[in-house]
C-alpha cells in the first residue's frame, strides 16, 4: 500500500484518491482524502507493519493513538502538501534548496561543529589580540602608537581603512561578529598584499582580523555571503 493514509477511490477499485504534481521532474505538491475510518486504518497500519518487519524502509509502523482519534470521528478531510521552498527553487531557476531557505536549518550537523571549534578559537586570539591593541594604540585607527612613518606609509591604503573600519566596529568581522560576503574578498586582498611583503605589524586590528579569517579553511570563505 503506497498510500495508507488516503481514502479508497469512490469509482475505482484498487486505486486511491491521491496525486502528486510534477513540473520538469520535480515534486511540487502531494494531495489526497484524507482516511477517515478507523477500522479501515488500522487494517493499512497492520498491512504496513508487516511490510517494515519484511525490510521495507518506507512503511509505517502502527498508530494505534491515531486510530483512537479517527474513532472519535474525522469528517471529510483532504491533505494538500506544497513544497513552497521547491516551488520558489522552480520559479527562481535556482539547483539549492539552500538558496531560497527564508530561515537555514537550525540543526547542527559535522561542519557548524567544525564552524564553532574555528570560533572558538578566534575568540581566545581575539582576547590577546585586544589586550595587545589597548597597549599599541595610537588613535589613528589601530596604526600602532610609534610607528615608523614609512612603515605606515607603505601600507596600502585599503589597508589602512579596514583596519580602521575593524578598530572602529570593535568587531571580529568586516560586517560584525560572524563572517560575511565582504570578508571573503577582503581577505582575498590583504592576502595578495602579504604574500608581496607587505607587514601588518603596525596595525593589530588588521591582523588580528587576517589572523582569525585564515583560521577558515577556502571552502568555507568561499560560502560566505551565498
Not at 26 to 54: G, H, M, W
Not at 193 to 213: C, D, F, H, I, N
Request: charged content about 25%; aromatic content about 8%; overall charge negative.
Amino acid at each position: 500500500m503506497m498510500s495508507p493514509l488516503s481514502k479508497a477511490h469512490r469509482s475505482k477499485p484498487g486505486m486511491t484518491e491521491r496525486f502528486e504534481l510534477f513540473c520538469l521532474h520535480k515534486e511540487l505538491c502531494n494531495a489526497y482524502t484524507e482516511l477517515n475510518i478507523p477500522t479501515v486504518q488500522r487494517e493499512r497500519f497492520s498491512e504496513q507493519a508487516k511490510d517494515k518487519a519484511a525490510g521495507d524502509d518506507e512503511a509505517q509502523m502502527t498508530d494505534e493513538g491515531f486510530c483512537t482519534a479517527l474513532e472519535y470521528a474525522l469528517p471529510p478531510t483532504g491533505g494538500w502538501g506544497i513544497g513552497v521552498d521547491r516551488l520558489t527553487m522552480f520559479l527562481s531557476d535556482r539547483n539549492n534548496i539552500k538558496e531560497v531557505l527564508l530561515f537555514p536549518a537550525m540543526r547542527p550537523d559535522e561542519t557548524d561543529e567544525k564552524t564553532m571549534a574555528v570560533y572558538t578559537a578566534a575568540k581566545q586570539l581575539a582576547a590577546s589580540a585586544r589586550a595587545e591593541e589597548r597597549k599599541a594604540h595610537g588613535g589613528a585607527g589601530s596604526i600602532a602608537a610609534g610607528a615608523p612613518v614609512a612603515a605606515v606609509a607603505a601600507l596600502p591604503a585599503p589597508l589602512r581603512a579596514l583596519d580602521a573600519k575593524l578598530a572602529l566596529t570593535g568587531t571580529h568581522f568586516v560586517a560584525g561578529t560572524r563572517p560575511g560576503k565582504e570578508d571573503g574578498e577582503a581577505f582575498k586582498e590583504v592576502a595578495a598584499a602579504v604574500a608581496a611583503g607587505t607587514s601588518l605589524a603596525v596595525a593589530p586590528s588588521l591582523r588580528r582580523w587576517y589572523e582569525l579569517v585564515s583560521l577558515f579553511t577556502p571552502e568555507v570563505r568561499a560560502t560566505w555571503g551565498h
